[in-house]
């Protein structure tokens, strides 16, 4: 994502509003500590009335830019196919004029896979309503769309991992689901680990060799992180 970085001179904002776009809930927070807001979405949630909601709720309280977690192809920085599990008017919507403030987007599990990083090659799977895949190479994030990649029997990888193929298949299979795809993309990604995160990571008895559970919160690192001028900086590929 061009212009990741805060340009030489100036000064990264010190106040994040960091949203996380869900299927069922958009969750945010100000910085890295606090209270997280919490209001439902759905597929009758489109960006205008997401974002009155969040103004309404974060009334009063101050921050100085805002990073969006965007459940949906992100290309430049920008919104570039509508939500799955969602209303539509999400592209093209000028979100910074919204917010009166700078905005920067990302893919949902790319902005928990950024939270979530540890260095060298990882490979990140957020497992909520669909299935969100992001890797990263040496401090470089690459948002993929492998979850809508065929898998098996005419199904992709969503079909099985997200939230309708886990009540489909049952949460026994579901697992069983889970530890085959980890191996395969793990293996075929030469990924270093594996961080399982979303909702339903929380169903998995046992994790796969090579991974780690993720924490949802994370995503609200990873929203800080992508303003930063040093430290954990991370360079998001389009």
């Given at each position: 994502?061009?212009?990741?970085?805060?340009?030489?001179?100036?000064?990264a904002p010190r106040r994040i509003l960091v949203i996380d776009v869900g299927g069922t809930h958009i969750k945010f927070r100000i910085d890295g500590r606090g209270r997280i807001f919490k209001f439902p979405s759905g597929p009758r949630l489109g960006p205008g009335r997401m974002t009155r909601k969040v103004l309404k709720r974060a009334q009063g309280l101050a921050y100085d830019a805002v990073s969006i977690g965007y459940p949906g192809l992100v290309f430049h920085g920008r919104i570039a196919g509508e939500p799955h599990n969602l209303g539509k008017g999400w592209m093209?919507?000028?979100?910074?004029?919204?917010?009166?403030?700078p905005v920067r987007i990302v893919n949902d599990a790319a902005m928990q896979a950024i939270g979530s990083y540890r260095g060298g090659r990882m490979l990140f799977l957020g497992l909520g309503t669909g299935l969100g895949a992001t890797l990263i190479i040496d401090g470089v994030v690459e948002?993929?769309?492998?979850?809508?990649?065929?898998?098996?029997?005419?199904?992709t990888f969503e079909d099985y991992l997200?939230?309708?193929?886990?009540?489909?298949?049952?949460?026994?299979?579901?697992?069983r689901a889970v530890l085959d795809v980890?191996?395969?993309?793990?293996?075929?990604?030469?990924?270093?680990?594996?961080?399982?995160?979303?909702?339903n990571a929380a169903r998995l008895k046992k994790l796969p060799?090579?991974?780690r559970r993720g924490d949802n919160r994370n995503a609200f690192i990873g929203g800080l992180r992508i303003w930063q001028q040093r430290g954990a900086v991370l360079r998001v590929r389009a």
């Amino acid at each position: 994502m061009p212009g990741n970085r805060t340009a030489p001179g100036r000064r990264a904002p010190r106040r994040i509003l960091v949203i996380d776009v869900g299927g069922t809930h958009i969750k945010f927070r100000i910085d890295g500590r606090g209270r997280i807001f919490k209001f439902p979405s759905g597929p009758r949630l489109g960006p205008g009335r997401m974002t009155r909601k969040v103004l309404k709720r974060a009334q009063g309280l101050a921050y100085d830019a805002v990073s969006i977690g965007y459940p949906g192809l992100v290309f430049h920085g920008r919104i570039a196919g509508e939500p799955h599990n969602l209303g539509k008017g999400w592209m093209g919507f000028d979100f910074a004029a919204a917010f009166g403030k700078p905005v920067r987007i990302v893919n949902d599990a790319a902005m928990q896979a950024i939270g979530s990083y540890r260095g060298g090659r990882m490979l990140f799977l957020g497992l909520g309503t669909g299935l969100g895949a992001t890797l990263i190479i040496d401090g470089v994030v690459e948002p993929t769309e492998i979850g809508h990649m065929p898998y098996r029997k005419g199904r992709t990888f969503e079909d099985y991992l997200g939230e309708p193929g886990r009540r489909r298949l049952g949460t026994r299979k579901w697992r069983r689901a889970v530890l085959d795809v980890v191996a395969h993309l793990g293996g075929a990604l030469e990924a270093d680990y594996v961080v399982l995160g979303g909702g339903n990571a929380a169903r998995l008895k046992k994790l796969p060799p090579g991974a780690r559970r993720g924490d949802n919160r994370n995503a609200f690192i990873g929203g800080l992180r992508i303003w930063q001028q040093r430290g954990a900086v991370l360079r998001v590929r389009a």
